[in-house]
C-alpha cells in the first residue's frame, strides 16, 4: 500500500497518468474511482455496461466533474474540467452507446469510408456532437491502423483501407473533425496493430516485418496524423521484432516510443498505453510494466477498472518513483504535457 507520509504532490502527480475504468453506471458505488479523482486522476474511460441511457451517462459525467473540479490544481482556472472523459467510440464493432440506440448506430470505418469523405465526416461529426452533448472530451478513435492482413481478428473492419494513403486521408479527416467539435482524437495503435494473425486483448502479438516495409505502410499514417498535429496516440500491446531483439510490446518499448516515435519523427504530443490489463502485457509484472511504460515514454496508463488492485498498484509506483530521480523526472514531463495539452485551447494548430 502507499507510504501516507509520502509527499501529496508526488501521489497526485502520479494519479494524472492515469485513466480508469469502473464498474456499473453509479459514481456513489465506486468509492476508489471517487477516492483517485479526489487524488486528481487524469482521466476516465467508459464502456458499454458504463452508459445505461442518455440521462443516466449526463449525470454520471456530471457527478464525476464535480468531484474533479474540487481539485487543487491550476487547470481549474482554464475552466476545463481537469479530468479526460474519454470512450472508444469507433462505430461498428467498437461503439459504446448501444444501450442507448437499441445497437449499433455507426458504420465501422472500413464501410463509411466505402461512402466517401462526404459521408465519413458527416459520421464523425454526429459521433463527435453526440459525445459532446453527454459530457465526453476524448476519444480513443480513429484508427490509423492499415488491415493488410486478412486472419487479423482484431482490425478488419475497424481500419479505413489496405492502403496507408487511404487511411491516412480519412483517419486526418476524422480526427480534423473531432477536434473542430471539441473531441480529442486520439491515433492508434502505433506503430500499427494491421498486420497482426492474434489478439492483443488475448496475447501479444507479432508482427515479424522488416523496418522499411514497417514504415512504409503501417507507419506512414502516423507519420502524417503527427505531421497534421494529432495530440495523442495510443501505443500497441504489439511485438517488433525489426525494433526490439526480445519480445515486448511497443507499448513498453523505449526503442519504439523514445528513440524513434519522440526522438526520430520529432513527436511531442500524449503518448497513451493501450489498457494494460489486456493479453500483451501479461507477461510482465503489473509494477514491472508500469516502470517499464514510464521509462519508454509512456505519458498516460489506460487500466478499465479501478478496483483495490490497480489502486493498489498505482500507489505502488508512487513509492518506486519516490526512490528515482530519473523516474521523478519523466513523471514531471508527463505531468507538463497533460496540463499543456489540456489547456491548449484546440489542442493543435496544424489539423
Known sequence: MYDKNMDLALKNKIYRLFILGFEGSELAKNPNLQYALKNNLGGVIFFTQNIESE??????????????????????????????LAIDQEGGRV??????????????????????????????????????????????????????????????ERAYSSEPDAV??????????????????????????????????LTLPVVDMDFQMLEKLHIAPFISAIEAGIPAIM????????????????????????DYLTDKLGYRGLILSDDMVMGGTLGFEPLDALI????????????????????????????????????????????????????APNCTTNL
Open 292 to 343: 517499464r511504460g514510464v521509462e519508454a515514454g509512456i505519458n498516460m496508463f489506460i487500466y478499465r477498472n479501478s478496483n483495490d488492485t490497480t489502486i493498489d498498484l498505482i500507489e505502488a509506483l508512487a513509492t518506486e518513483v519516490s526512490k528515482s530521480r530519473f523516474l521523478q523526472q519523466k513523471v514531471d514531463y508527463s505531468c507538463d504535457k497533460i496540463y499543456r495539452i489540456k489547456t
Open 95 to 156: 461503439e459504446r452507446t448501444e444501450q442507448i440506440h437499441g445497437g449499433k448506430k455507426y458504420l465501422s470505418a472500413k464501410f463509411i469510408a466505402e461512402k466517401g469523405e462526404e459521408a465519413a465526416k458527416a459520421q464523425t461529426q454526429e459521433i463527435a456532437r453526440e459525445l459532446r452533448k453527454y459530457g465526453f472530451n476524448m476519444n480513443f478513435a480513429p484508427v490509423y491502423d492499415v488491415n493488410t492482413n486478412d486472419a487479423n481478428p482484431i482490425i478488419g
Open 235 to 258: 501505443a500497441a500491446h504489439v511485438y517488433y521484432p525489426c525494433f526490439e531483439a526480445q519480445p515486448l510490446p511497443a507499448s513498453l518499448s523505449k526503442k519504439i516510443l523514445g
Open 55 to 84: 440521462d443516466s451517462i449526463i449525470k454520471l459525467i456530471s457527478d464525476i466533474k464535480s468531484i474533479a473540479l474540487q481539485r487543487q490544481e491550476p487547470i481549474i482556472k482554464t475552466g476545463l474540467c481537469p479530468v479526460w
Open 168 to 201: 491516412a486521408k480519412y483517419a486526418n479527416l476524422a480526427a480534423k473533425t473531432y477536434l473542430e467539435n471539441g473531441i480529442i482524437p486520439v491515433a492508434k495503435h502505433f506503430p500499427g496493430h494491421g498486420d497482426t494473425d492474434q489478439d492483443s486483448h
